[in-house]
């Protein structure tokens, strides 16, 4: 939520802070008259965790192309499937963060994430100064550049998730 605070300015959508393990119960009432809403929640195993995939129709992993991010991926995984016994109709999918550009950790993360039963999207974040920049100043990212390489990233994201989530 600090990246919106640091906005100057009207704010593009609403933010909302719901820091408990009840954002499942509320998201219907907190929801209304919203076509999508986006949950950003903790990255690790927590009530509020599970409340949050229990309020979604999609989970987004986001994976950084290190050990550490692949190993904790594991728990991760193993919370949603839970959130599927309860919730069959729930997707989820990984997707690659901050990749380092030309690296060869940044190329096999993907055979390494293949190991789980889960969906690797194709659209993949690179590590760039851009993104800093725009959370800094509270803004989106085209925003900040209308066109460039961060700004066709996370179209091809949006475009690849509203198809993954039909």
């Known amino acids: 939520m600090d990246w919106s605070a640091a906005r100057e300015g009207e704010p593009l959508f609403s933010v909302v802070g719901l820091p408990r393990a009840s954002i499942h119960k509320e998201i219907s009432q907190v929801g209304q008259g919203y076509d999508h809403i986006i949950i950003d929640g ?8 599970r409340s949050a995939i229990m309020a979604s129709d999609l989970v987004l992993i986001p994976v950084q192309p ?31 963060n901050r990749k380092i550009a030309n690296t060869a950790i940044g190329r096999d993360v993907g055979e390494a994430l293949a190991a789980y039963p889960v969906t690797l999207l194709s659209a993949t974040i690179t ?12 803004k989106a990212i085209f925003e900040i550049s209308a066109e460039g390489p ?12 509203m198809e993954f989530g039909k």
Not at 75 to 93: D, F, G, I, M, R
Not at 131 to 137: I, K, L, R, S, W
């Open 42 to 49: 903790p990255p690790r195993v927590t009530d509020l965790a």
């Open 66 to 96: 290190s050990p550490y991010d692949i190993w904790a991926a594991d728990e991760v995984v193993k919370l949603v499937q839970e959130a599927t016994v309860y919730k069959e109709s729930l997707k989820y999918a990984f997707v690659v």
């Open 127 to 138: 590590q760039r100064v851009i993104y800093a920049e725009a959370a800094a100043q509270g």
């Open 150 to 161: 961060a700004t066709n990233e996370i179209e091809a994201l949006v475009a690849e998730l």
